[in-house]
């Protein structure tokens, strides 16, 4: 027998093994990774000590994920599979608002917020307004999706990130019943992914940077169609074309408007300059 045919005998032992799972979609997705990952040993002709370097790296991640930190997820999106699984299953339905990766700082405990009201909840940065409407693909407004936001303050850190149980930066709203939406925030910035950790180990040792652009977390529900998970991304953010987690779309780079110390859409009067932005959201409405 030769080498390239021991090698093949044991990945035919290894998916035969898996013939008797029941579960017929768990039985595809278990024994096209052993091929896949089998493909890939012999493809790099894979050593003993990189396999352990390889375990003692995965090993890390899992140690530093816990319920603020999720390194697995980071991984993913620097690997870009994150992106990837987005674009499998994105919308199919025209004029849909595309969507980007979910990343690793969502929490579903986010406070309740009225329309009109403020997520920032003492997150430092230069207060912005955002507002838009929520509508289905066939142009009516959708009243009553739930809409959560969630960013990185001025400085480039989530509330997750501080020491104690900090909420700022992220908050759940409702559409009104013309489909609108609005809320006070802060002018998203632009930030380093955790590199602190085994991920980050990884973009240095291949030289690439951690940086991703300026931009606002969306996750949108509404009943009789599919949940959106999107970003929206600040136009000329410097970063927009080395997104380190690739989830940059040209759709979803908008404008921030400047704005001079006034009144603004709600009646709130600043005394210090402040931002503003529209997006509209399309959701795809099920079969």
């Known amino acids: 027998m030769t080498q390239q045919e021991r090698e093949q005998a044991v990945t035919d032992e290894v998916v035969a093994s898996f013939a008797a799972t029941s579960d017929e979609r768990l039985r595809e997705i278990v024994q096209s990774l052993t091929r896949h990952l089998h493909a890939f040993a012999r493809d790099v002709r894979l050593s003993q000590e990189e396999w352990e370097a390889g375990i003692a790296f995965l090993t890390r991640v899992g140690h530093l994920t816990d319920d603020k930190r999720q390194e697995f ?3 993913s999106d ?9 674009g499998i299953n994105a919308p199919a339905a025209p004029g849909a608002t595309e969507s980007t990766v979910f990343g690793p700082f969502f929490v579903e405990s986010a406070p309740e917020v009225p329309l009109g009201g403020d997520i920032a909840r ?5 207060p912005c307004w955002v507002s838009g409407t929520v509508r289905s693909t066939d142009g009516s407004p959708i009243a009553g999706a739930r ?6 303050d001025e400085d480039g850190f989530y509330d997750v990130q501080y020491e104690g149980d900090r909420s700022a930066g992220r908050g759940r709203l409702h559409s009104g019943d013309d489909g609108g939406y609005r809320f006070w925030s802060v ?3 632009s930030y380093g992914i955790p590199d602190d950790g085994p991920v980050g180990e990884l973009l240095a040792a291949t030289g690439r940077a951690p940086m991703r652009p300026a931009h606002l977390h969306f996750k949108v529900d509404a009943a009789g169609h599919r949940t959106l998970i999107t970003h929206i991304f600040v136009a000329g953010d410097p970063h927009l074309d080395s997104d380190a987690v690739f989830g940059v779309k040209e759709s979803l780079v908008v404008d921030f408007a400047e704005r001079e110390p006034g009144t603004a859409p709600d009646g709130r009067v600043l005394d210090t300059p402040w931002t503003s932005v529209e997006f509209d959201i399309v959701l795809e409405a099920l079969r």
């Open 73 to 75: 997820i980071l991984l």
């Open 78 to 86: 620097v690997l870009g599979l994150s992106m990837l699984t987005v």
């Open 122 to 126: 003492g997150a430092a940065g230069t």
């Open 147 to 152: 809409i959560e936001v969630w960013e990185a």
């Open 187 to 189: 002018r998203p910035s």
